[in-house]
C-alpha cells in the first residue's frame, strides 16, 4: 500500500524547482529521407498496349467472320448432300 502521511524527519524541504528526467523526449525526431528517383519502366506503353489490343481485336473479328463463313458453307453442303442423298 502507499505511504501516504510522512513525518517531517522523512521529506526533506525543497528551495528551488525540482526537474525530473524523462527517459523519452517528445520532440520530433529529424531523419533525413533519401528520396530515390521513381525507376524509368521498360517496355511497352500505354499506347502501344492499346494498339496491341486494337489489332487483336480487328483480327479476332476477321477470325470470327472466318469461322461463321465456314460453319454455313458446312452446313449448306450437308444440307445437299442429304437432298441429293434422299432423293
Known amino acids: 500500500m502507499a505511504k501516504n502521511i510522512f513525518r517531517d524527519f522523512e521529506v526533506k524541504k525543497l528551495s528551488g524547482d525540482m526537474v525530473l528526467t524523462l527517459e523519452k523526449t517528445f520532440?520530433?525526431?529529424t531523419t533525413t529521407e533519401v528520396v530515390e528517383?521513381?525507376?524509368?519502366?521498360?517496355?511497352?506503353?500505354?499506347?502501344d498496349l492499346k494498339n496491341e489490343a486494337e489489332e487483336f481485336k480487328?483480327?479476332?473479328?476477321?477470325?470470327?467472320?472466318?469461322?461463321?463463313?465456314?460453319?454455313?458453307?458446312?452446313a449448306d453442303e450437308i444440307i445437299e448432300n442429304a437432298k441429293k442423298d434422299r432423293f
Open 37 to 47: 528517383a521513381a525507376p524509368v519502366p521498360e517496355g511497352p506503353t500505354l499506347e
Open 58 to 74: 480487328r483480327q479476332w473479328e476477321l477470325e470470327k467472320e472466318q469461322l461463321i463463313a465456314d460453319a454455313h458453307r458446312e
Open 27 to 29: 520532440e520530433p525526431k
